[in-house]
């Protein structure tokens, strides 16, 4: 049996259009801009150092899983990233000696908060040259869209 959902009221569709195309537009401009910000760190990689940074001791599996990504692409993101001095390996698992843990080095915590305040700036910078209304518009806005990411 499945369950009927309720028809979605046409201002919800509206609204979620015009989000869609914000987000798009700003998605494009931040990653259009990241090339400068990142330099030698792909995005790909600055998603997995954040994920780590979330989850010391995952193991590459996991980190796919969690990320959605394929284990060999996750493996040789990770191994670009040991010998870039950016993710360790930490201990064997007792439970499967196969699987190793994995976490960020002292550099690699290190520049992920250079990036998170690259990319806060960057974002800060843009923010800046509003309204003060669009800007209260903005952080009004912030509380509806954490409840549609959960």
């Known amino acids: ?23 798009k537009m700003l998605m494009r ?5 990241s090339g400068m910000i ?3 760190i792909p995005m790909a990689q600055f998603i997995l150092m ?17 990320e ?3 284990g060999p692409t996750v493996s ?4 670009a990233m040991e010998a870039a001095g950016l993710v360790a390996r930490c201990g064997v698992d007792p439970a499967d000696r196969r699987r190793s843990g994995l976490r960020l080095s002292t550099a690699g915590e290190r520049r992920i908060q250079e990036l998170r305040e690259q990319r806060r700036d960057w974002m800060a910078r843009r923010i800046a040259r509003l309204s ?5 518009a903005l ?3 912030i509380g509806p869209l954490k409840e549609i990411a959960k």
């Open 68 to 70: 959605k990504v394929s």
């Open 139 to 141: 952080a009004a806005a």
């Open 132 to 136: 003060p209304e669009a800007m209260e």
């Open 50 to 66: 954040v994920t780590l940074a979330e989850h010391p001791g995952i193991g590459v599996a996991e980190l796919a899983r969690m």
């Open 38 to 40: 990142e330099s030698e």
């Open 29 to 33: 401009e931040m990653r259009r801009d």
């Open 76 to 79: 040789a993101h990770v191994k």
């Open 1 to 23: 049996m499945t369950k009927t959902q309720e028809p979605i009221p046409a201002r919800a569709l509206d609204i979620a259009n015009e989000l869609r195309t914000a987000l």
